[in-house]
């Protein structure tokens, strides 16, 4: 069959030069039956090993003012006294770098993270105890009026991209306290609720959520690690004067979101590993 294709000449033959190299491979290109993102780049099979990293655009929708004032946070002011509150995207960017101290093995990192789940069972039980409070006032007249689904005819979306998956269980709480918050509007509204109990449960919604958000303040990354904390060294001890004493608790405490493979090399399981094999040969 001829070797040439649409009419094209069939170039001559020629041989090659004495010492010529070997002729290079051809670069592959993966082929693919859907439109490329923007900005990305088409691999090339001979130096493909993974895929990159996957990228969404993810959002989230607010149907409240108690939630919508949660996500933006409070700007401070001194004068009159009022605190600054973080919003969610300044609290990520605050949590991104403990995350990111954490996964270096810093053990005042793991002290924060603990602290943040703690908080978060806390709040948990916060909400769960809120709205069982609000079933059991609606639960009288269930029977007959159907509330069906309290949501915002205009919900305002933001957009979520966090760095730290704590973040997002942050988020998560946000989401019950803006579903809880507009129950008890609808309940205010039809008289099942005071405006007073409105407020109380209010308050004590948004506490649990300011606690979260402030407790992040003062941290800085230390670099001090269980092997440190363990034969207390002098970064121990630099760490400890300016950030305090962590909990004896800290050294049985893994943060639950930790890749595996972090794990495995913060707590040594690789050298524990090297060492049976080590005694086996």
Not at 124 to 147: A, Q
């Amino acid at each position: 069959m001829s070797e040439q294709q649409d009419g094209a000449k069939a170039q001559p033959k020629t041989k090659p030069r004495t010492g010529a190299s070997e002729k290079a491979p051809v670069e592959v290109k993966r082929k693919s039956t859907h439109k490329a993102l923007p900005g990305t780049k088409t691999e090339v099979l001979s130096s493909h090993k993974n895929p990159g990293l996957i990228r969404t655009d993810k959002s989230l929708n607010l149907h409240t003012k108690v939630g919508l004032m949660i996500f933006k946070g409070r700007a401070g002011d001194k004068e009159a006294g009022i605190a600054e509150i973080p919003g969610l995207p300044i609290y990520a960017d605050m949590l991104k770098r403990v995350w990111a101290a954490a996964l270096a093995g810093d053990i005042y990192a793991n002290w924060w993270i603990q602290k943040l789940e703690d908080n978060l069972q806390k709040a948990k039980d916060v909400t769960r105890s809120i709205d069982d409070e609000l079933n059991e006032v609606f639960t009288g007249v269930s029977d007959r009026i159907d509330l069906g689904k309290s949501e915002a005819t205009k919900p305002v979306e933001v957009d979520i991209e966090f760095a730290s998956p704590y973040t997002y269980l942050v988020v998560y709480n946000l989401i019950e306290i803006d579903r809880i918050a507009a129950k008890m509007i609808n309940l205010r509204h039809i008289a099942l609720i005071t405006p007073d109990e409105f407020e109380r449960y209010r308050k004590n919604l948004t506490s649990t959520m300011r606690r979260i958000l402030l407790d992040l303040r003062g941290f800085r990354a230390t670099g001090c690690s269980l092997e440190d904390y363990n034969n207390k060294t002098a970064r121990y001890t630099e760490a400890s004067e300016a950030m305090g004493e962590p909990p004896k608790s800290i050294v049985n405490f893994t943060p639950i979101h930790l890749p595996t493979k972090t794990k495995k090399r913060i707590l040594g399981f690789n050298s524990a590993i090297a060492a049976k094999k080590a005694q086996k040969s």
